[in-house]
């Protein structure tokens, strides 16, 4: 990808967090990038397609920082670095909620490729944790459990702002309730 391509997704990006997705124009777009519209058109054919770009890929940079922190730990320590990363996401200055459920409450049901590429990145997340409970008591639960416990915590901290306590409790109590599947199946 050329250097003014990357600067328009990256600007893009930035902006559509930052706001929203209906609410930045591509002329926006072209001013903070610095680029022409003529540029931004001949690498995006248009709004929809730098949409999917953006979330293709913020999705890659979201599994590769996330693999890279979970690294090589395996089941409940992994899953514990799981938690962790989303804490320190939470806890960022750019902080706006899930980008991708953004995209898809701005977007109209015939821009399918935006719900494909969201729904892609929730299945994925889903299925990395499945991966790191695979081993345990009560797998598909306690995945379960953990995948919604992370999306209530997106929604919980948009709104209310994050707060440690409530991390450090909202965790210990993940991790109890673990435990009790664990012990319940032995």
């Not at 022409?36 to 709004?47: A, C, D, G, I």
């Not at 693999?67 to 806890?91: K, N, P, S």
């Not at 960022?92 to 899930?98: E, I, P, S």
Request: hydrophobic letters at 40%.
């Amino acid at each position: 990808m050329s250097k003014s391509a990357q600067k328009i997704l990256s600007t893009a990006e930035q902006l559509f967090n930052q706001h929203s997705f209906t609410g930045v124009g591509v002329d926006l777009i072209r001013d903070e990038s610095g680029c022409s519209k003529t540029t931004l058109y001949t690498h995006f054919k248009n709004k929809p397609q730098l949409v999917q770009e953006v979330l293709k890929s913020r999705d890659l940079r979201f599994r590769q920082s996330l693999m890279d922190y979970a690294a090589d730990a395996q089941g409940l320590d992994a899953l514990e670095r799981i938690y962790d990363w989303h804490m320190q996401w939470f806890q960022a200055d750019h902080f706006k909620g899930c980008l991708f459920v953004r995209a898809v409450s701005e977007s109209s049901a015939q821009e399918q490729e935006i719900h494909q590429i969201a729904k892609a990145h929730r299945l994925w997340l889903r299925g990395l944790i499945a991966q790191y409970t695979d081993e345990l008591d009560s797998a598909q639960e306690l995945s379960a459990i953990f995948y919604h416990q992370l999306e209530g915590l997106i929604s919980r901290f948009l709104v209310e702002g994050y707060d440690a306590e409530t991390a450090a409790h909202s965790k210990k109590l993940l991790f109890k309730m673990t435990a009790c599947f664990q012990n319940s199946a032995e």
